[in-house]
């Protein structure tokens, strides 16, 4: 069946996020605790998102101060939300074109990314290609690989309409198979068990749609 809307990852598909600046960052809203979330944030929200189904500030908060020294300070969220947008300088000209060619081709663009819909939207408008997407899906809904994440992002279409792109195997592609959406892996790091298309750069999709 035709594909009508493309569904795209965010962080490491679209954009590089400046994760590996937080240091500083952490450091300086909790000083006691930063060093510690600096090294070991990933598996803590991946703690978070194994015992929960979508992202709360509140409860974030709370999950984060487990593992904090000092309790975090309520305006910690977005403060972090503020620096999640201040992104390094990158080239976008080719993520630009690809997302000009599905528009031009008329796709619906969408986004599903894991991590709050605000600062991630902002992300995207500070690189320039807010305006591509029709809607933008986060994990403040539905977080993947929940089943229900990807059937919001496909909105009124059927799962064989729509397609998604990500550098995630498990969350973009694995999960996404489970309620029968096609994908396209972006492959950051070897993934053998991928039987999807794979692309090592966002241009190889015109190759696909």
Known sequence: MEKKRIIF??????????YHREKAFFRQVTPH???YFFTHMGDILKDYESRYSFYN???????????????????????WFQFNTDLDPQPMEEAKRVLAYLQEKEYEI????????????????VVGIRSYFDE????????KPNPESYRVAMGKHKAEECCIVGDDYLNDIQG?????????YLERKEEPKCSAPKI??????????
Do not use: C, M
Not at 116 to 122: A, D, M, N, S, V
Not at 136 to 143: A, P, R
């Open 9 to 18: 990852d965010i962080d490491y598909t679209l954009l590089e996020p400046n």
């Open 33 to 35: 605790s930063g060093e």
């Open 57 to 79: 500030k509140d409860q974030l908060l709370w999950h984060l101060n487990q593992y904090s020294n000092v309790p975090l300070p309520p305006y910690f969220i977005e403060d």
């Open 110 to 125: 969408v986004a599903l990314t894991n991590w709050f819909k605000e600062p991630q939207e902002e992300k995207l408008r």
């Open 136 to 143: 933008i899906y986060g994990g403040d809904t539905f977080l």
């Open 176 to 184: 996404a198979a489970f309620v029968g959406l096609d994908g396209i």
């Open 200 to 209: 090592k750069r966002l241009g190889e999709l015109k190759k696909y749609l």
